[in-house]
Nanobody, 123 residues
Framework: QVQLVESGGGLVQAGGSLRLSCAAS????????MGWFRQAPGKERAFVAI???????YYPDSVKGRFTISRDNAQNTVYLQMDSLKPDDTAVYYC?????????????????WGQGTQVTVSS
């Protein structure tokens, strides 16, 4: 079992920045592939950043160059730094963990999920 708790969401103006945090417990964190996903109303949950156990990172084109995922294995925490935010980034953001160690780009590749944190970007 893995427990995930996100924090750091909120309201920000377009062009601003936010940093999300996800604290993990219950399993060896360093072996997990960690991902951030987001879901806007009426849309499917989609990945915005992934980091595997070796620290390799993956982003969709929509956030590449603006979002940065990182992990601190000593603190069992994964972060998502979001810069140059746009109104289209408004969504609930979820932290997810994949214990298999593989990199998956779809929500069904991840077994454990946090409760989500709202990010709202105003124009």
């Amino acid at each position: 079992q893995v427990q995930l708790v996100e924090s750091g969401g909120g309201l920000v103006q377009a062009g601003g920045s936010l940093r999300l945090s996800c604290a993990a417990s219950g399993r060896t964190f360093s072996s997990l592939t960690m991902g951030w996903f987001r879901q806007a109303p009426g849309k499917e949950r989609a990945f915005v950043a992934i980091i595997n156990w070796r620290g390799s990172t993956y982003y969709p084109d929509s956030v590449k160059g603006r979002f940065t995922i990182s992990r601190d294995n000593a603190q069992n925490t994964v972060y998502l730094q979001m810069d140059s935010l746009k109104p289209d980034d408004t969504a609930v953001y979820y932290c997810a963990a994949n214990p298999s160690g593989t990199v998956g780009y779809y929500y069904y590749d991840y077994q454990y999920w946090g409760q989500g944190t709202q990010v709202t970007v105003s124009s």
